[in-house]
């Protein structure tokens, strides 16, 4: 199946693992592909793949993902510095402020690289490196991120499946048809006709310091995830002994509920413009290439870009191969706006202001 070659780089090691649940196979006779599904389409992106993986577009480049880490950490440590010997005068306060909410951006974006395994070829380097990053630079557990991420990469947009839009009716109303369905319904949690406003205010800056922030530790804490638990100690610990010997208490909490907003805000309009101005609706039980593509627009390359999103303007390529390496999405790009054209399906890029307006 698809996603399951799209997700594993250790393929022989599952496959030990599903062995057990094999209860037989398809007759001869008997189709492979559902009705739903684009038969052609499949046939078509399956021998795409073959061909990305002979051209070795899914092997990383390590000094890449070195120079990435090292930009990160001097950020990381810069912060700190700024506030050591400037002092803590409002200047200083807020040119430290700007980066360490840098350096946790680009960190959530290497994390990103490493929870997909497409930094190393050995998936443990990977999650050894992968717990470093989101657990004791970010301050959030590793395998949280991977069960919600890993849902949202089989099932984007699709509601009830896909946790990123749980947001659905609570917070906002997402996509035509479910505006629709409320309406039919009359039922209202919010004054959607202000959704647009309320934004602003709301998901950007809050997502980070509220909801993640609890949701992080309590799905750690209710699955026993211990060893993610004491990495994440680790950060709290550094950042409070470090900064606490700098800024008094008030002061102290302002530095970090500040800097959490400002990587909110990042993070959100980063991550929503890929997908929010797109299709959301139940799922419709479509193949892979077809789920994905639907949910999926990319955002212009520049090296600000790349840099700035950490490669997700590239998000339909990423989807379709979420273990390849960052640093390739360009070159398969063309690749899979020309599979696109061959079966009439939109292949969506804009300029990054036009996508943060989509989302509103």
């Given at each position: ?53 002979k051209m070795g577009l899914l092997k990383p480049n390590k000094l890449f993902f070195f120079l990435h880490l090292a930009h990160i950490l001097l950020l990381d440590t810069a912060a ?281």
């Amino acid at each position: 199946q698809d996603a399951f070659v799209a997700f594993h780089v250790d393929k022989l090691l599952v496959n030990k693992y599903l062995k057990p649940l094999l209860i037989g196979e398809l007759a001869p006779d008997q189709p492979s592909i559902e009705p739903t599904k684009n038969k052609m389409l499949v046939k078509d992106f399956r021998e795409l793949r073959a061909s990305v993986e002979k051209m070795g577009l899914l092997k990383p480049n390590k000094l890449f993902f070195f120079l990435h880490l090292a930009h990160i950490l001097l950020l990381d440590t810069a912060a700190w510095l700024v506030l050591f010997y400037f002092g803590t005068s409002l200047m200083p306060f807020i040119v430290s402020l700007v980066m360490l909410s840098t350096s946790q951006v680009q960190a959530s974006w290497l994390q990103h690289d490493l929870g997909h395994l497409s930094v190393f070829k050995k998936t443990k380097w990977n999650h050894l490196l992968h717990k470093f990053v989101m657990c004791h630079l970010i301050g959030a557990s590793a395998k949280w991120w991977t069960l919600l991420h890993s849902r949202h990469h089989a099932k984007p947009n699709c509601f009830q499946k896909d946790p990123d839009i749980d947001m659905h009716p609570f917070l906002f109303t997402l996509g035509k048809k479910f505006s629709v369905e409320l309406g039919i319904k009359k039922k209202k949690y919010m004054p959607y006709n202000h959704q647009h406003k309320y934004f602003f205010i709301t998901l950007p800056p809050l997502l980070f310091p509220t909801y993640f922030h609890c949701h992080t530790f309590y799905i750690a804490y209710t699955k026993r995830y211990w060893v993610d638990l004491a990495w994440m100690l680790t950060f709290y610990i550094r950042f409070f002994f470090t900064y606490g010997s700098l800024l008094e208490i008030k002061s102290l909490l302002a530095y970090y509920f500040i800097f959490r907003m400002l990587e909110s805000s990042w993070f959100v309009w980063v991550s929503q413009m890929n997908h929010i101005p797109m299709d959301i609706y139940y799922d419709k039980n479509l193949d892979w290439v077809s789920t994905q593509l639907q949910a999926t627009c990319n955002v212009e390359q520049s090296l600000f870009n790349d840099w700035f999103t950490g490669h997700l303007n590239f998000q339909i390529e990423h989807h379709l191969f979420p273990t390849m390496p960052r640093h390739n999405y360009w070159k398969v790009a063309p690749l899979v706006k020309s599979l696109c054209a061959k079966h009439g399906i939109e292949y969506q890029c804009k300029p990054l202001l036009t996508a943060f307006a989509d989302i509103v």
